[in-house]
């Protein structure tokens, strides 16, 4: 079973590196250490950097890592090494593989259609009512785009839902040049900062579902993000996070945005990683949260 599995994270490695050298600079791989630590596995995101690194003694991340579009839940150490057949400092238990188990079941979930939403991150939190979702249901589709990637999947959703439409914008304009641009969001999110927003909403309790949309920075959600989450209270609501990117899955930002998201009152159902879509992934996936348009 470990060969099996191993053998089987190598093949996706070498799958990662080919696609990384072709079309994108956010490559990713299952490695092995070198002498001692050849039995252990970290994970190489390609860009010099590595799963790991948040500063806490784990940090866990849904990984599709054989490609079979189910994702595991890992977790990794301060120094990036993942956490194999033991309780985690945070009291989850890994199996030999390092996936999540409870009761022995390893816990999974679907990455072809975004986040399950049965996961751990799901369950991290109390929520409060869950909304009644009939035909009605008021929408409000509210994203954050510094390029208009996400700007185009808003707009397309907006055209099937006829939702009301609230662009999140910073107070201190992200810059235009794409290097500086991440460098700010690199110290953001390092910082676990709250960009201040521009302008925001105060009727936000009028609406029972949010379609949230986000360019996936630095493999999470943008801070600003979190800050229009925690400027609301959110009791009721359903919260529907949708992204663009440029390779990375929701899934990799829904733990995070999930807590947050929590502890203002709000549910959280299934993200869509929004990079390619049309009318019926749209209706596809509003149906899988209980809306019907
Ligand atoms: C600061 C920054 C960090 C990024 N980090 C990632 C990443 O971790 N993974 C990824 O696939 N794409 C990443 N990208 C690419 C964006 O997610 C992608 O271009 C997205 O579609 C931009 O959306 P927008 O045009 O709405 O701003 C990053 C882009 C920027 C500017």
């Given amino acids: 079973m470990k060969m099996k599995k191993i053998f089987l994270r190598m093949a996706a490695a070498i799958v990662m590196m080919t696609a990384a050298m072709s079309m994108t600079v956010f490559a990713a791989g299952w490695t092995s250490g070198q002498g001692e630590n050849h039995t252990r596995w970290w994970y190489d995101l390609g860009n010099g950097e590595y799963y790991g690194q948040s500063g806490q003694p784990v940090e866990w991340q849904w ?28 009291g989850y238990t890994v199996d030999a593989n390092g996936a999540w188990t409870v009761n022995g079941a390893v816990q999974t979930l679907g990455v072809a259609a975004g986040y399950a939403g049965t996961g ?3 369950s991290s939190a109390g929520t409060g009512e869950e909304p009644d979702l009939e035909e009605g249901n008021r929408i409000l589709i509210a994203y954050f785009s510094k390029t208009g990637n996400t700007e185009e999947a808003a707009l397309a959703i907006q055209n099937i839902t006829g939702a009301d439409m609230f662009e999140i914008t910073a107070a201190d304009e992200y810059p235009q040049s794409y290097q500086a641009t991440v460098d700010r969001a690199r110290m953001e999110l390092d910082t676990n900062a709250r960009p201040a927003l521009a302008s925001d909403m105060n009727d936000i309790q009028d609406y029972d579902v949010i379609l949230l949309g986000y360019p996936i920075w630095w493999h999470t959600e943008p801070m600003i993000i979190n800050t229009f989450l925690e400027s609301h209270n959110l009791d009721g609501t359903l919260v529907l996070p949708f992204c663009t990117s ?46 019907a348009l």
Avoid: H
């Fill in 120 to 122: 751990k991150a799901a």
């Fill in 63 to 90: 990984l599709d890592g054989n490609q079979d579009g189910i994702a595991e839940c890992y977790a990794f150490d301060s120094e990036g090494w993942m956490y194999a057949d033991t309780t985690t400092p945070d």
């Fill in 246 to 291: 440029g390779g990375s899955d929701i899934s990799e930002s829904m733990p995070d945005l999930t807590a947050i998201a929590n502890a203002r009152g709000a549910r959280v159902g299934t993200g869509l990683t929004a990079n390619y879509i049309d009318d019926s992934i749209i209706s596809n996936w509003l149906s899988e949260n209980g809306i």
